[in-house]
């Protein structure tokens, strides 16, 4: 056990960083849309007035909900499948079921308006005219997008859930004649419903707030986009902290409400179950039958990187009312990691990541022990503030680091120092603030891994150390970080990889060319005549590699505990 005084310390020392890099932000977009010399609602009533914001918030809240629906229609029956039936392939078919994780929607996107536009692949095969699938408002588009994005954290929480259900629950049940339907909707899913709830919870927030997708569907009449459009005027004009500030309530109040509604009927179990749930195997048509839904979602899911990868491997101008380029080329990926704007933003992206990895193998692993081997009173506080940013939208947090920059960067001390201009300036160099923003937003995944791992191991091993006369660094040197690496590899895989792709941080951080990370050089480079388009997607198919490198590394130490890592 960790003693009581170097808890305190760790504790303190972890509540001042994280008031700093969290609470100072969403403090700053809440003092902006509610300050104004004094107290003051008209800006945020005014919010309310204008009826391009409310526009744009109900369409947010409708994109949120759209995509939250079809993702939990597509999630929750695969896992029940998955957790009741053993099937060929099934292995194969689950792993696929997580590809989407490895594309950014954004990235997606571009390849979703290569296959779904009105001079797209799906009019050439069908030999239609030029049917525009997307819609003219690319409304169900981005709904589409986000949800086959979006659903393997749903799967993954939901599997889990299921998972971990004493089958004695449900075998009860049965013996006192429910059973089928009714079982199901009155034992496993109130059961499985913290799981169901958290995923949920992360696929509403994501897509209530998601930046890129919108951007790249030419969708700007939603509230991240004209949050995004309004950068230009954080300095002068207090309605963006309002709208931000519109958006964080939005978030923090559908979570609380929903917490609140699901909560009351969330039943706990009396221990943990003796026997895992037998799965039943299935062969032959029963087996092709279960098999059916995965491999159908799997193709859908796939549709969006299928597009990115034709797109990355045409030549300019080659993909044009046909159902597959008619020139393939490998200049692309090439010119992807050779291009004047790719080979700055590759090794941004690499110093940006590896610097917030840092950051959080620290702090990360700091909270895990407090967490989890001290007995001191406010540890729970300490893992519920570490797990928050799950629950608040990376542009929320974003604008307010644009904030914090732009007050800093007007006191007289920090306009004197060239240093200091440097350093705090996010339209000058906005490193400081990207690490920030990429260790704070994926600081979870690495709380959640570490703190998986001290719970698996047993706490005697350091205490026979302690009675053998080591010191508290010396164990945990030599006896507690071998024992939890694989679980802290992990964790940092997917900090480090996630951090490689954050589209919200990126897009709205980084304003100058030479700080641009992977993912803004993707939307800039989309945005350019000739070959942009082409070299953009060939950088999303060199992410989607990486990505998919780590991610299965990741799946492959932490294996059914992955679901763990997106819970709020």
């Given at each position: 056990m960790m003693s009581r005084a170097m808890a305190r310390w760790v504790f303190a020392i972890v509540s001042v960083l994280l008031g700093v890099a969290f609470v100072w932000p969403l403090f700053s977009v809440i003092a902006g849309g509610f300050y104004d010399g004094e107290f003051t609602l008209k800006y945020l009533c005014a919010v309310f007035r204008n009826p391009i914001y409310v526009e744009g918030l109900r369409n947010s809240i409708m994109l949120a909900i759209g995509t939250t629906v079809l993702a939990s229609l597509v999630s929750l029956p695969l896992a029940w499948l998955a957790n009741r039936f053993d099937f060929p392939g099934k292995s194969i078919l689950t792993a696929l079921l997580l590809v989407p994780m490895i594309l950014p929607p954004f990235v997606g996107a571009i390849g979703f308006q290569q296959l779904l536009g009105q001079y797209g692949a799906l009019n050439a095969l069908l030999g239609l005219g030029p049917v525009d699938w997307l819609g003219k408002g690319r409304y169900l588009g981005v709904i589409l997008l986000q949800a086959l994005a979006l659903y393997p954290i749903m799967f993954l929480n939901t599997t889990a859930a299921l998972a971990n259900i004493d089958p004695a629950m449900e075998e009860a049940a049965e013996n006192l004649g429910c059973s089928g339907l009714r079982k199901f909707l009155r034992v496993t899913l109130p059961l499985a419903m913290p799981g169901i709830f958290a995923g949920s919870t992360i696929v509403f927030i994501w897509s209530f707030t998601e930046l890129g997708?919108?951007?790249?569907?030419n969708f700007g009449r939603c509230a991240s986009v004209q949050v995004y459009d309004a950068l230009k005027e954080i300095g002068s004009n207090p309605f963006p902290y309002a709208?931000?500030?519109v958006m964080l309530l939005v978030s923090v109040s559908l979570y609380a409400a929903a917490k609140l509604l699901f909560g009351k009927k969330v039943y706990a179990m009396q221990g943990k179950a003796s026997v895992a749930t037998a799965s039943r195997r299935v062969c032959g048509l029963p087996g092709l039958l279960v098999a059916l839904p995965f491999a159908v979602v799997v193709c859908l899911a796939l549709t969006p990187h299928v597009g990115v990868v034709l797109l990355s491997a045409s030549e300019p101008g080659?993909?044009?009312q046909t159902v597959v380029p008619e020139i393939?080329?490998?200049?692309?990926?090439?010119?992807?990691?050779?291009?004047d704007m790719t080979v700055g933003s590759i090794r941004n992206s690499l110093l940006f990541s590896s610097l917030a990895l840092v950051v959080n193998l620290i702090l990360g692993v700091a909270i895990a022990f407090v967490v989890v081997r001290s007995d001191i009173r406010w540890r729970g506080l300490l893992d519920a503030v570490a797990m928050i940013p799950l629950a608040v939208p990376g542009l929320v947090m974003a604008f307010g680091y644009l904030s914090i920059s732009a007050r800093m960067s007007n006191t007289g001390i920090v306009r004197e120092s060239e240093f200091l201009t440097s350093l705090v300036d996010v339209r000058t160099n906005p490193t400081l603030f990207l690490v920030v923003a990429y260790?704070?937003?994926r600081l979870p995944y690495m709380v959640r891994s570490a703190v998986a791992g001290l719970?698996?191991?047993?706490?005697?091993?350091?205490?026979?150390?302690a009675n053998m006369g080591s010191t508290p660094m010396t164990t945990l040197r030599r006896i507690t970080m071998p024992l939890i690496t694989a679980n802290v590899i992990a964790g940092g895989l997917l900090v480090f990889a996630f951090s490689m792709l954050e589209v919200s941080d990126s897009l709205m951080l980084a304003q100058q060319a030479d700080f641009y990370p992977i993912t803004k050089t993707i939307y800039e480079l989309f945005q350019l005549l000739g070959t942009g388009r082409y070299i953009?997607?060939?950088?999303?198919?060199?992410?989607?590699?990486f990505l998919a490198v780590t991610i299965l590394g990741a799946s492959i130490l932490l294996g059914r505990k992955m679901g763990a890592i997106f819970r709020v």
């Open positions: 997708t919108p951007l790249i569907m709208l931000v500030l080659s993909w044009y393939f080329t490998t200049v692309n990926y090439v010119d992807a990691l050779g291009h260790a704070v937003r719970q698996q191991t047993s706490v005697t091993l350091e205490e026979a150390a953009a997607a060939a950088l999303g198919v060199w992410a989607m590699v």
